[in-house]
């Protein structure tokens, strides 16, 4: 009989030729665990998505007594389900007062790709600009947003009229004119190996494009939900985009994402045509209800309020000759080694020690520091020890 790791390599898609091949059995809290019993810290939360920790307690009930009434009944938009109603309220109440509708969606890029298109729709105008070193999602509309070239040749034509700027270069703002319909920013970018905006250009930014009529996408699907030790990324800058891309660490563990805006602008999906966006299962109730339990959750334990004292014990205790930088903020952090046959090196040491870490799509000479918001003092002081360990012992 195969195995479950050869099965794996049968019949599942594979999208590298040297996948980890790491299987886990369980998860809770900080922890996976493997089928032969071995556990791992989860440093990088699934890619940011279990801010509040593994199967977190509340989050698995709230999931439960929705399966216990409804699961699928029909899309978004047409029938009144209370799990998204009480979620889009939540968020509308905890949002600037733009930000008042909510269009659920399945996933990240999906959030993407409905926002681009509402730009379009709104401003009758068909240019993006977006940025050098972006990842938005890995779909067609996203992709043709994503700013590296080498994950992109392959699948031209992508969409027209994409204009690419580098992030804090002001003068490259003079780029955003009257023909452009939106403008889409990770608030702080993440595959990019963690790249936060200055202040000054992101308000520089919000102006140009409120001058220009073009729309501010920001997204915060991996920076969102509690991450960056605000609620909110973009409430570290004193700006507050048009369009709010959500997804990962708002489901808790299931999958759902977002795209939020005023009621005017999200108004020109309605009419000609009518459908402007659909999705059979964005909003899920159950997703919906995790996402509510989360939220609640992230706030009820205050948890926000502990990630910037989490994130200076990280600073003062990963400090060795080898670390060139740390950048980011709250816990979205990018431990700079300067290349990637050390972040290789201190990853497998890592993996082998029991500590799930990893790297950047766009930037491979960064370790990804992205764990759950419920990491504790202990937890941190101990994986620290491991990445310091690791890092003494690469070339
Ligand atoms: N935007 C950002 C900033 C992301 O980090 C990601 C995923 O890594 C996405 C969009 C795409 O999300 P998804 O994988 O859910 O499509």
Known sequence: MLSLKQLFLLNTAQTSSSPKLL??????????????????????????????????????QAIKDQLDRFMHITVFGEYVQAPQVKLAEKL???????????????????ATEGALKLAKR?????????????????????????????YKQAYRPLLPDIRFIKLNDPGALDWITENTAAVILETIQGEAGIRVPDLDYLKALRKRCSEKGALLILDEIQAGFGRTGKLFAFEHF????????LAKGMGGGMPI?????????????????????ITTFGGHPVSCAASLATLETILEEELIAQVPEKEKLFRDLLKHPKIKEIRGKGLMLGIDLGGFSRVEQVSNYCQDKGL???????YDGALRLAPPLIISEAEIREACQIILEAIELTD
């Open 257 to 277: 994402g977002a795209f939020i805006a005023s009621k005017e602008i999200m108004g020109v999906l309605k009419e000609n045509p009518i459908l402007g966006h």
């Open 238 to 245: 004193g700006i507050v985009p048009d369009v709010l891309l």
């Open 356 to 362: 799930i870490i990893d790297w950047f799509l766009h």
């Open 92 to 110: 509308s109440t905890l949002l600037p007062e733009n930000l008042s509708s909510v269009y659920f969606v399945n996933s990240g890029a999906e």
């Open 122 to 150: 709104f401003t009758n105008r068909s240019e993006i600009i977006a940025f050098d070193k972006a990842y938005h999602g890995s779909t067609h509309g996203a992709l043709s947003v994503m700013g590296n070239e080498q």
């Open 23 to 60: 299987e886990i059995e369980r998860s809770e809290g900080m922890y996976l665990f493997s089928p032969e019993g071995k556990r791992y810290m989860d440093l990088i939360s699934g890619f940011a998505v279990s801010n509040l920790g593994h199967r977190h307690p509340k989050v698995v």
